[in-house]
């Protein structure tokens, strides 16, 4: 469906051009935030990731024949088997939080992430069936890696500029800039790969991508979260 395909990519690129537009962004990148909203970011950033290869290890779960061996390459490349370094994506998080003087609240901030999976998980289902949800998990998890591809550097640049954070400190995103423009690529082409496999119609697949980001993923995700950046602020 090179029509899905097609649509797909635009929604990314719409939202990326928006996450990188907005306030909170600009201000990221020109230093014009402040320490607190760094730290901010940052905390969101990894609850947001910390539990990434156990939704890329969803997504292996229901991986059509024909993209099953590059999602488990991803999942691998997460868990740092296929990593020169051995170092999971998980742990580069940890070192970045620790640059960053988030260790005190680290424990909250991977809490919250298990809550945040835990919620996903226990909610009522949106669809009808599970080839369905596991089509909103993909389109999700390749909008972040779609995403990064073109912003992980940008990123970077600013928090070593303007919170001083070492390079070695901020090799997640060093690493992401890299791997995703492959991963993203491949991320659409499962897309359409997964909707073929499993017999979904152009509408239904139309549906599920326009319910899944009908927000901006990332500007959600990174922005607006209140996770904690020192040890008294609220938990849940």
């Known amino acids: 469906m090179p029509e899905l395909r097609a649509l797909v990519e635009a929604v990314f690129i719409e939202q990326v051009e928006e996450f990188t537009a907005c306030a909170a962004f600009r201000r990221l990148e020109c230093g014009g935030a402040s320490t607190e909203d760094y730290h901010r970011f940052l905390a969101n950033l990894v609850r947001t990731h910390s539990r990434s290869p156990q939704l890329i290890a969803f997504l292996y779960s229901l991986a059509p024949p024909d993209a099953a061996e590059e999602i488990l390459h991803n999942l691998l490349e997460e868990l740092g088997i296929e990593e020169e370094s051995g170092e999971s994506h998980p742990a580069m998080l940890e070192d970045l939080a620790a640059a960053a003087g988030l260790s005190p609240v680290l424990a909250v901030l991977e809490r919250l992430a298990a809550n945040d999976l835990r919620d996903i998980v226990s909610a009522p289902l949106m669809y009808r069936t599970l080839k369905e949800v596991g089509l909103a998990a993909m389109c999700e998890i ?79 995700r990174y922005f607006d979260q209140a996770s904690p950046v020192t040890p008294r602020s609220p938990d849940r």
């Open 142 to 220: 390749v909008a972040f890696e779609f995403m990064l591809s073109r912003c992980a550097s940008r990123i970077e640049r600013a928090l070593e500029a303007h919170l001083g954070l070492p390079p070695e400190a901020l090799r997640w995103f060093r690493h992401h800039a890299e791997v995703d423009i492959a991963h993203a690529e491949q991320g659409l082409e499962h897309i359409d790969t997964y909707v073929r496999y499993y017999g979904l119609t152009h509408d239904d697949a139309r549906g599920i991508v326009g319910l899944t980001l009908r927000e901006n993923v990332f500007v959600t």
